[in-house]
């Protein structure tokens, strides 16, 4: 079983929304997912399961993350917005001058973000 983090606001209940980075020489599944799931396919899925949980009460979140590792740290911001909880921000590196995993637009509102 491979797992995924979601990475839409975790309100959002009527779907799951993962992020696959493609490795063509990966053996965990990657390149099967991204190249033979089509848009409507339905896929066997297990309820979400929160390894990352946030818990106490700081002055200030500061989240940083390398590459895909994004994906968590997206819902968690939507959470921390939705919430009304301590100001964020948000810092991603990557290996390359590509465009990372998501752009700008996909920062949550009211997060300082730096790409």
């Known amino acids: 079983m491979r797992h995924y ?7 959002e209940q009527a779907r799951y929304v993962i992020a696959v980075k493609r490795e ?19 896929l066997k899925v297990s309820a979400p399961h929160n390894d990352f949980e946030l818990t106490g009460n700081p002055a200030r979140y ?14 968690m911001i939507y959470h921390l917005k939705a919430t009304g909880a301590s ?16 752009s700008r637009n996909s920062a949550p509102p009211s997060t300082e973000a730096r790409w």
Request: charged share 25%; aromatic share 6%; with cysteine.
């Open 62 to 75: 500061i989240f940083i993350a390398g590459g895909i590792g994004i994906t968590p740290i997206l819902s």
């Open 87 to 102: 100001p964020s921000s948000f810092t991603t590196c990557r290996a390359s001058r590509r465009k990372p995993p998501f």
């Open 24 to 42: 063509e020489e990966g053996t965990g599944g990657s390149k099967s997912l991204v190249d033979e799931t089509r848009v409507g396919d339905r």
């Open 5 to 11: 983090s979601l990475c839409n606001d975790p309100d």
